[in-house]
């Protein structure tokens, strides 16, 4: 079946730090990759996604490549602000992203201090 | 526009009893999902509609659970005869349709503990 295998944390880095999120996967098929956040409070929101092998993902500073060959879609950042502090899920879809939901990781706790 | 709700947010009973969960997508979304998160566990996908039919309902957890939906509208979760291992967060989303394209917008879920 498929599964999605990320760091569970909490990360702690400071602000301005570079952030990498490791997330790895195994599917039957050719799935879709989403990076989910959730931020204190609110619900989970899509942060980005790839839909193919080499696809990269961006949407608020961070980015994430889809790799065929690792299996892995790592969540990255540059220079990481206190306001990025949430819980980050890696999730995938192996039909489309509908029929079967979506399989999530177990969720990155992470945490910016100023 | 409004997002996804879920009502109620929290909801605290006794093993043994029925509980009913509910879920409105955002309005024009034809295709509606439940997930359940278990204290440090991931989301595990339940049960999506298309419209108002289900046609896979093999990741229910077990045949004390249901759902349904009214049209492209309002969804129900009911679970009976509530176990403790059903206490977990119950989450709801909604997309414009079943595909990968669509973005999955999730509701701020139901927080369930059986005592």
């Known amino acids: 079946g498929n599964s999605v295998t990320q760091m569970e944390g909490p990360v702690t880095l400071s602000e301005e730090a570079f952030l990498t999120i490791n997330c790895t996967y195994t599917a039957t098929g050719y799935p879709s990759l989403f990076w989910y956040v959730q931020y204190p409070g609110e619900g989970l929101q899509l942060l980005l996604k790839a839909t193919k092998a080499d696809d990269k993902g961006s949407n608020k500073g961070f980015e994430a490549t889809y790799r065929k060959e690792t299996t892995s879609f790592h969540l990255e950042k540059g220079s990481v602000q206190v306001s990025d502090s949430a819980v980050y899920f890696c999730?995938?879809?192996?039909?489309?992203?509908?029929?079967?939901?979506?399989?999530f990781g177990k969720g990155t706790h992470l945490i910016i201090q100023p | 526009g409004a997002g996804v709700s879920q009502s109620p947010s929290n909801k605290v009973t006794e093993k043994g009893k029925d509980v009913e969960l509910r879920c409105d997508p955002i309005s024009g979304h034809t295709a509606l999902y439940w997930y359940r998160q278990r204290l440090g566990q991931g989301l595990e996908f339940l049960i999506y509609?298309?419209?108002?039919?289900?046609?896979?309902k093999s990741g229910l957890p077990s045949d004390r659970f249901s759902a349904e939906r009214t049209g492209e509208s309002v969804s129900t979760l009911t679970i009976q005869r509530t176990q403790q291992e059903d206490s977990a967060v119950y989450l709801c989303?909604?997309?414009?349709?079943?595909?990968?394209?669509?973005?999955?917008?999730f509701g701020p879920g139901t927080r369930l503990t059986v005592t």
């Open positions: 999730a995938l879809s192996d039909s489309g992203g509908g029929a079967d939901g979506l399989t």
């Open positions: 989303a909604s997309s414009f349709r079943t595909s990968a394209t669509y973005e999955q917008y």
């Open positions: 509609f298309q419209g108002n039919s289900a046609p896979d």
